[in-house]
């Protein structure tokens, strides 16, 4: 899985704390403290096929969340 954090203007924000749920309502998925590069993206290999829900903070903005069908391959971007 590859997302994209971005502000309001599609500015990437760097430093995000991504934090993967199960979109079925199932466990939050604690491996690690996952955050964005410099250009906001964040990649994640080890998440199991199916629903997610990704919620993206960082001090300057407000948190922003989205969900994601994970099949292989995806691709995202998730507005901050």
Known sequence: LLVRVVDELGAPVS??????????????????????DAEGRWEHEALDAGPWILRA????????????????????????
């Open 15 to 36: 430093g995000a704390v991504l934090v993967p749920r199960r979109g079925d309502g199932g466990e939050l998925y604690c491996d690690d403290v996952p955050q964005t």
């Open 57 to 80: 903070r960082h001090p300057d903005f407000r948190d922003g969340e989205g969900r994601v069908e994970l099949a292989v391959g995806a691709r995202g971007e998730l507005l901050l």
